[in-house]
């Protein structure tokens, strides 16, 4: 996993925010579908023991409370096994839309 994957994959990135200070980079990317946003993964990339590792992560809601999603430990997956498993957890879990 680097940078140019999640480029070359639709994300963006942007400043890292002030709640992860220890981020070196921090990337993001919009899912929706026609009905509307379903969410955003967000990616953080931290250099740890001399190589970069991601962190990934979506914010999500269901009825009237929030939901943080973190996956770590993704070495062995590829960005598209990360965005199936995050898609399968929204469908499965029912959560709402954004708009």
């Known amino acids: ?22 981020a070196n980079r921090y990337f993001q990317k919009k899912i ?3 009905k509307g946003i379903k969410y955003y993964i967000d990616v953080y990339e ?3 023991y001399d190589r970069n ?10 009825n009237n409370y929030w939901i ?4 770590y430990a993704i070495e062995n997956m590829s960005l ?4 199936n498993e995050f898609e399968s957890i929204w469908e499965k879990s029912d959560f709402n839309y954004y708009k």
């Open 53 to 62: 590792n991601y962190e990934f992560l979506i914010r999500t809601q269901k």
């Open 32 to 34: 929706s579908d026609k």
């Open 46 to 48: 931290y250099e740890l």
């Open 1 to 22: 996993m680097n940078a140019k994957v999640l480029f070359n994959a639709g994300y963006i990135e942007y400043d890292v925010p002030k709640v992860e200070p220890y």
């Open 80 to 83: 598209d096994e990360i965005e």
């Open 68 to 71: 943080k999603i973190h996956m």
